[in-house]
């Protein structure tokens, strides 16, 4: 967080002592109470801008009236209800490590954590891609180059096992393992520290061992950079760098896409190939099966839609049996 977002911590946080407490260590650690990457990110914007406003108000407090009236600022914005709840949900993560340290009375900080995020009314349509457009996609990069080779692995990672782009993003070469005649993906820690074991398909090994068999690595990071002179770099390939990587051939592909659509496709593709439910909840990560249905899309199936079990003849008569 910048000095500004500091100085607002320090003044809308009126410690109990005498003594001012460490508001580089406190704003980390509100933040390091989220597990993940992309999360926390989101968290340290969100509070950021959170800063900014309260200090324009005439009693920079963090109090349960400041953050309704920074929620009915946010609905005056017209920002989706998951945008509002997420702003929410990081001042009430500030909220409780501020009553933890006794930066404010707990009654306070209780008070603004038990604020209620915006009714959910409704639920987007998520964007699945069908069999073909997975195979485009797959098509797309080019295998004989080195950027290629990689590319059409993260994809295949993405699709073939519904990985994260954080999760993809931390991959080693040494989680590729064989267990019981199965090659896997071992110890894969996605949110809230969960390890799960994720299975691979023979053309999800195989994009695998193209990258491999084309580059020097043996351990290490899995996806990393490849620069203009075919240099493959030592860190990983970053959350943000695979988001742009999907997004460039989602253009080329003329299908709008995010690295999150990717997981979804996979457990869309999965159910309708035949696979139980309960295998696709393990191989996503999802703790709650509601989870995997909403990524599943269950409530409305576009492919076997209500209205296509509608029979009535020209004359608008219903044609059901009696």
């Known amino acids: 967080m910048d000095n500004a977002s500091l100085v ?3 003044s809308l946080c009126r410690p109990l002592g005498s003594v001012a407490p460490n508001y580089d260590t406190f704003v980390e650690t509100a933040l390091n109470s989220v597990s993940a990457e992309n999360t926390k990110r989101a968290y340290s914007r969100c509070l950021r801008q959170f800063l900014a406003w309260i200090q324009t108000q005439a009693e920079p407090r963090l109090e349960r009236g400041a ?3 920074y929620r009915v600022v946010l609905e005056s914005r017209k920002l989706s209800p998951a945008t509002i709840n997420q702003t929410l949900a990081a001042i009430r993560t500030l909220a409780r490590e501020a009553g933890a340290q006794g930066l404010i009375p707990g009654a306070d900080a209780l008070a603004i954590e038990k604020i209620r995020g915006v009714r959910r009314l409704g639920r987007r349509t998520g964007t699945w891609l069908s069999a073909a457009s997975a195979n485009k996609f797959l098509s797309i990069p080019d295998r004989d180059s080195l950027r290629g080779k990689r590319d059409r692995c993260l994809l295949a990672l993405l699709i073939g096992c519904g990985l994260r782009r954080f999760e ?3 991959l080693r070469v040494d989680q590729i393992q064989l267990f019981e005649n199965r090659w896997v993906l ?3 820690s996605g949110k809230h520290g969960r390890i799960r074991t994720v299975p691979l398909s023979t053309w999800v090994k195989e994009a695998l061992d193209a990258w491999l068999g084309a580059v020097p690595i043996r351990s290490g990071y899995l996806l990393r950079a490849v620069d ?3 240099r493959v770099g030592a860190g990983s390939l970053s959350a ?3 988001y742009q990587i999907v997004k460039g051939y989602g253009v080329d592909a003329h299908i709008g896409v995010a ?3 990717m997981r979804r496709s996979f457990a869309r593709l999965a159910l309708r190939g035949g696979a139980p439910l309960d295998q696709i909840q393990v191989t996503l990560g999802h703790e709650s099966l ?3 249905e909403l990524y599943l899309g269950l409530e409305l199936d576009l492919a076997h839609p209500a209205c296509d079990f509608i029979r009535l003849d020209e004359t608008g008569h219903s044609q059901e049996r009696t």
């Open 240 to 242: 943000s760098a695979i």
């Open 8 to 10: 607002g911590v320090q």
């Open 259 to 261: 690295p999150h659509d």
């Open 186 to 188: 071992a110890n894969v």
């Open 168 to 170: 993809a993003s931390m």
């Open 228 to 230: 203009k002179v075919h």
């Open 290 to 292: 509601r989870t995997t």
């Open 67 to 69: 953050v309704q009236r």
